[in-house]
């Protein structure tokens, strides 16, 4: 395993490379407020590809400068951390922030695209989601602990919120201490300005698309508008499940079909 951080695009990027030896690869790109660790369940399923995570700009343990953040500069990002590693092609996962990048990145670079897995994703905003994003902002500059009271119910169903409430509330103060207001402010402006709706079609690789059955962030409406415009696309419904698709009633099913999707692709 390499686990370091790099010059990337004139700032410091923290990243991680399971399985060096393989030439297949898997690039995992986190959500907003996240960062790599969030993919260690997931990572550890796959020993038989190269498996790549890295934090977004202003996230984990890499720099931003100011609130800096648009799809465009994240998707600039990957480009060159791809390039720095010379990975001429991979499988991208992206969950919600993470899959718009990696939907720019197909339109950008569909010839690196070997595919795509995304989770809770939008290729454009809604009014509603755009004043769900406001509330991000006003909750975000107050201070991270109601950024993450407020974002933490859009993710997880009420019986794990009530089951893992203490664990949970450790995980807040723990994160708390480590958040980077500026770069998760930066990722919440990346959003309104996003919209790649009618360039979707561009993309021709095979794409797996995985939607919550209840997540309010990224309702199914949003997502099968993905659906709907990339011909080669499979959409997966999770029942009972918000914007985070990756909890543990899901986590078989999903480590199953991407090892499915793995194998039609590689």
């Known amino acids: 395993m390499i686990q370091t951080i790099e010059k990337i695009n004139n700032i410091n990027i923290h990243y991680q490379i399971k399985g060096i030896e393989n030439e297949k690869a898997i690039v995992f790109i986190h959500g907003l407020s996240d960062d790599l660790v969030f993919w260690e369940p997931l990572v550890n399923e796959f020993p038989d590809y190269k498996r790549v995570s890295y934090d977004l700009r202003g996230h984990g343990r890499s720099e931003c400068k100011n609130d800096e953040g648009s799809i465009d500069l994240y998707q600039e990002d990957l480009y060159q951390l791809l390039n720095k590693l010379n990975i001429k092609e991979a499988v991208f996962v992206g969950l919600s922030l993470g899959g718009n990048i990696a939907l720019k990145f197909a339109i950008e670079h569909p010839e690196m695209t070997k595919g795509l897995i995304l989770m809770s994703t939008f290729s454009q905003m809604t009014s509603k989601l755009i004043n769900i994003f406001e509330n991000f902002e006003k909750a975000i500059q107050n201070k991270y602990e109601n950024f993450y009271d407020l974002i933490l119910p859009f993710c997880l169903p009420l019986y794990m919120l009530k089951t893992h409430k203490e ?51 990224t309702p199914i409406e949003l997502q099968e508008i993905i659906h709907k415009n990339i011909k080669n696309s499979k959409m997966i419904i999770f029942p009972n499940t918000c914007h985070n698709v990756l909890i543990g009633k899901n986590k078989a099913k999903i480590n199953s079909l991407i090892k499915e999707f793995l194998k039609e692709v590689y």
């Open 167 to 217: 664990l949970l509330d450790n995980l807040k103060s723990e994160k708390a201490k480590t958040a980077n207001i500026d770069g998760i402010l930066g990722g919440i402006h990346a959003g309104p300005n996003f919209n790649v709706s009618n360039e979707l079609s561009k993309i021709e690789c095979p794409t797996l698309i995985f939607a919550g059955s209840d997540d309010e962030i």
